[in-house]
Nanobody, 116 residues
Framework: QVQLAESGGGLVQPGGSLRLSCAAS????????MRWYRQAPGKERELVAT????????DYAGSVKGRFTISRDNAKNTVYLQMNSLKPEDTAVYYC?????????WGQGTQVTVSS
């Protein structure tokens, strides 16, 4: 079955960096786009970054462009989110997501807290 497992969240000071990882299994990872979403308390879940398969074209939400970088390693079935210059407003649960032929799947999420 399809599984997405995020890791790498934690507490970081403003201006700091974190790298999130999402290990995927149960489908042909290299054939599908991967996405990172986030959800802050009391807010709707928002799309943060997308990476397409194969060529790896990327897209970002305006609020993170220039600070976050999404990447993928198709040999390891893993997608990453490098987050630099973190701000308190980046505090949220971050989720890995993919949409494949037979459905849409989410990981369990990883908490990122940006606070001094």
């Amino acid at each position: 079955q399809v599984q997405l497992a995020e890791s790498g969240g934690g507490l970081v000071q403003p201006g700091g960096s974190l790298r999130l990882s999402c290990a995927a299994s149960g489908f042909t990872f290299s054939n599908y786009a991967m996405r990172w979403y986030r959800q802050a308390p009391g807010k709707e879940r928002e799309l943060v970054a997308t990476i397409l398969p194969l060529g790896g074209s990327t897209d970002y939400a305006g609020s993170v462009k220039g600070r976050f970088t999404i990447s993928r390693d198709n040999a390891k079935n893993t997608v990453y989110l490098q987050m630099n210059s973190l701000k308190p407003e980046d505090t949220a649960v971050y989720y890995c997501n993919t949409k494949i032929l037979w459905g849409e799947y989410w990981g369990q999420g990883t908490q990122v807290t940006v606070s001094s």
